[in-house]
């Protein structure tokens, strides 16, 4: 079975902090993707990568960037977080570049919290 | 621009009482739906994948089908452990990425 971990259940962080959230996938996978996902607006893509040092902006990147240095590792950076980067945060990784052909496999989740 | 709408938002059902889901989509050129579950505190789990008009798929005590605006979960006698929330997305043939609805949560009483 795929496994997909983040490295934090919970966060709270202060305006301005810079923040990193860190997820690893098992199953060498050289798709990874960065989601929120709040009530009532759903699951929101903001960054994915398909290679190593490669990324793509999802529909939300503003505020955020991401790094993969290595092919198990996808880091999100909140550069300098504000109170609406509050939120739930799901990191998943798959065969596929989109998602698509092949399914989706999810982490946990991080809830951050930014006060 | 590719939307999902998921309805209801949340359905209560008692154990054994059979209902649907509903997921209705607009996308130029379907590519595939998917539905996830997701339980309290966890990432959304894998479900089913749909790719043409008529296909059905069947996992247990759950069913999907697919028309050309919209997809069906079936959920018969249902258990309090099919208690969860239930996410359809799509995907175009001309996107990157997965176009997701809101979800409906899904409560059964014992």
């Known amino acids: 079975d795929v496994k997909v971990t983040q490295s934090s259940r919970y966060l709270v962080k202060r305006t301005g902090e810079k923040v990193f959230l860190e997820c690893v996938q098992d199953m060498d996978h050289e798709n990874m993707f960065w989601y929120r996902q709040d009530p009532g607006l759903g699951l929101r893509l903001i960054y994915f990568?398909?290679?190593?040092?490669?990324?793509e902006k999802g529909d939300i990147p503003e505020g955020y960037s991401v790094s993969r240095e290595k092919k198990e590792r996808f880091s999100l950076i909140l550069e300098s977080a504000s109170t609406n980067q509050t939120s739930m945060y799901l990191c998943?990784?798959?065969?596929?570049?989109?998602?698509?052909?092949?399914?989706?496999?999810f982490g946990n989740g991080t809830r951050l919290t930014v006060t | 621009e590719d939307q999902v709408t998921q309805s209801p938002e949340a359905l209560r059902l008692q154990e054994g009482e059979s209902s649907s889901l509903n997921c209705s989509y607009t996308?130029?050129?379907?590519?595939?739906l998917f539905w996830y579950r997701q339980d309290p505190g966890k990432g959304p789990e894998f479900l089913f994948t749909?790719?043409?008009a008529g296909e059905e798929k069947e996992k247990e005590r759950l069913k999907a089908t697919l028309t050309k605006k919209e997809s069906f979960l079936h959920i018969t006698a249902p258990k309090p452990e099919d208690s969860a929330t239930y996410l359809c997305a799509v995907q175009a043939f001309r996107a990157q990425k997965l176009v997701f609805g809101q979800g409906t949560r899904l409560t059964i009483n014992p």
């Open positions: 990568s398909y290679d190593v040092k490669m990324k």
């Open positions: 996308v130029s050129g379907l590519r595939g």
């Open positions: 749909l790719y043409s």
């Open positions: 998943a990784s798959s065969l596929s570049p989109t998602g698509g052909n092949s399914p989706l496999h």
